[in-house]
């Protein structure tokens, strides 16, 4: 065989091995989009149709969809080692209702809008990042509003555990205020959960 022909078939086999390596992921990506937009819609248009008072089946509707035990231990840092089961289970349940408060009055913004899915990131197996933009009803994108979802799942199920709104990752920017108050606080758990639940009935005054 020449050197030539032989050239050949190692690219065919290198494109081989690329295409058969990434696929699952390009298929894990544009499900994991398919289903963020269905989630997007499904919110919005409970938003339009019961506006913001309608607390509870928009509530219902995005614990369905989220699941925050991740992000709740994330924006602990290093003060989650060494709880109790108890102070981290409550915590994790005030966060979830704070992140809830949060993606409404956040999403509340956009009720008159569309999120639009534009791609997403595979972050590692099960863990896909999906990228949104807002558009009006005309359907004009503004590209200085973008919204993202961290979705972690497979198979057409998926739950989201963090987004990023115009740059921001709301539980990165959690760690960061939490870990302040544990610091003034010397790590006391039970006190901050207490401040999140304070925080949370404000926003939904």
């Known amino acids: 065989m020449s050197l030539r022909a032989y050239g050949h078939l190692a ?7 690329f295409v058969w390596a990434t696929a699952p992921l390009a298929v894990a990506g544009q499900d994991a989009e398919a289903f963020t937009q269905k989630v997007i819609d499904g919110g919005l248009k409970i938003l339009r149709d019961g506006g913001s008072s309608d607390r509870s089946q928009f509530h219902d509707y995005i614990l369905k969809y989220a699941d925050a035990s991740k992000a709740a231990l994330f924006t602990l840092g290093p003060y989650r ?6 102070d981290l289970d409550a915590f994790t349940e005030a966060y979830q209702e704070f992140q809830f408060a949060l993606y409404a009055r956040s999403l509340d913004k956009y ?5 639009k899915v534009t ?18 009803d005309s359907g004009r ?3 200085g509003l973008r919204v993202s979802f961290r979705m972690f799942g497979d198979g057409g199920t998926y739950k989201f555990t963090d987004v990023q709104i115009e740059g921001a990752w709301i539980s990165q920017s959690q760690l960061e205020q939490f870990r302040a108050i544990l610091n ?12 999140i639940k304070n925080r949370t009935e404000h926003m939904n005054d």
């Open 184 to 195: 003034r606080n010397g790590g006391n758990i039970p006190e901050l959960t207490q401040e």
């Open 81 to 86: 080692r060494g709880a109790s089961k108890s």
């Open 111 to 115: 009720k008159n809008m569309s999120l």
């Open 119 to 136: 791609g997403s990131l595979d972050n590692k197996p099960g863990d896909v990042t999906v990228n949104t933009v807002v558009q009006d």
């Open 11 to 17: 690219m065919v086999a290198l494109v081989s091995v």
């Open 141 to 143: 994108t503004d590209k």
